[in-house]
């Protein structure tokens, strides 16, 4: 109940008492011979009546147009549902990477050192090795099949480098072990230059709507909507995930789509493979930055991730 609504109340429950006293004490003087008095009182409590009802009927009025407004909010709602499932065929699971609390620890997480097999080797871009942003256990985060064309077993690590010549960018090397036994935390290579925190994760399957401008089926349902705000609810729903790390499913974009245009290139299918959102730190040396708290979104040819090939993935970053 808003404030104009109560404001409303109060006074008509004022007037209307105050006017109850006034008539209740018309009565009682009249009873007892004071005509002077008695009128005057009749005309007060009568014009305080007036106003009570008048305060009425106005609270009444706003009350009307609060359900008025409840009942057109429902019949959107409903009306949003119906047409949402237009986009059912098109919708897509991800395993959102939500951080562990306490002492429970898996094989997969952010930062820190990567624990790895004896045959690995820490990637390097012109000699220098590259920062080390995530480890996943396939086994933990798809071992039921949910993520279509993923591994359900295998080792990842994903290595990205800032690059500031001959021009900002976000370089990524992807390392895969299908089988890998005798773990161990790989050491620090020399010139090492960032080392993020380091938190563990855990899958929380999602399911995540396209941008319209990724999908062209979806962006003629969109076209075609019902009624109008319908687009911004339905634009509001598809980016939702801007604060979230996804593994598969549909980007949410901070500036425009990327797979889509990658499609248009060669004529390949991409989706996404990582999406990878800013995270703060105590420690600003250790802060998982990019750009201005931006995301880093990874695509891969859906040939290539069947193939677990992760040799020739893009890497683009948005941010705010």
């Not at 009444?60 to 609060?66: F, H, L």
């Not at 009624?227 to 949410?252: F, Q, T």
């Not at 797979?259 to 800013?278: A, M, T």
Request: proline share 5%; aromatic share 14%; hydrophobic share 40%.
């Amino acid at each position: 109940m808003n404030e104009i609504i109560k404001r409303y109340k109060k006074l008509a429950i004022i007037f209307s008492v105050m006017a109850a006293v006034l008539i209740v004490a018309h009565f009682i003087l009249e009873a007892a011979f004071y005509p002077y008095a008695n009128a005057i009182l009749l005309v007060v409590g009568g014009i305080i009546a007036v106003a009570a009802v008048i305060c009425w009927i106005l609270y009444g009025i706003e009350i009307k147009k609060i359900k008025d407004k409840q009942r057109a909010d429902r019949q959107f709602e409903e009306k949003f549902r119906e047409w949402l499932k237009e986009f059912e065929p098109f919708t897509k699971t991800a395993a959102e990477l939500i951080c562990i609390d306490g002492d429970k620890k898996g094989f997969s997480k952010f930062g820190g050192l990567p624990t790895v097999p004896d045959n690995f080797e820490w990637p390097t871009l012109n000699g220098s090795p590259i920062p080390f942003v995530l480890q996943l256990d396939f086994s933990e985060i798809n071992s039921d099949g949910r993520l279509k064309s993923f591994p359900s077993s295998g080792l990842m690590y994903l290595f990205v480098e800032e690059a500031f010549e001959p021009e900002f960018d976000y370089i990524p090397k992807i390392l895969f072990f299908d089988k890998a036994s005798k773990l161990s935390c790989a050491n620090v290579p020399n010139n090492l230059q960032k080392k993020y925190i380091e938190f563990f994760v855990e899958p929380n399957y999602i399911k995540v709507y396209p941008d319209v401008s990724d999908c062209d089926e979806a962006f003629k349902i969109w076209c075609n909507r019902p009624c109008g705000g319908m687009d911004d609810e339905y634009d509001a729903l598809s980016e939702k995930n801007v604060e979230s790390h996804l593994v598969g499913g549909w980007p949410s974009h901070l500036q425009g789509s990327f797979e889509k245009i990658c499609e248009e290139i060669d004529g390949d299918k991409w989706v996404l493979l990582l999406q990878i959102k800013s995270e703060s730190s105590q420690n600003f040396d250790e802060e998982l930055m990019w750009g201005d708290c931006g995301l880093l979104y990874i695509y891969i040819r859906e040939k290539d991730l069947i193939a677990r090939n992760f040799n020739n993935v893009i890497l683009e970053m948005q941010c705010y």
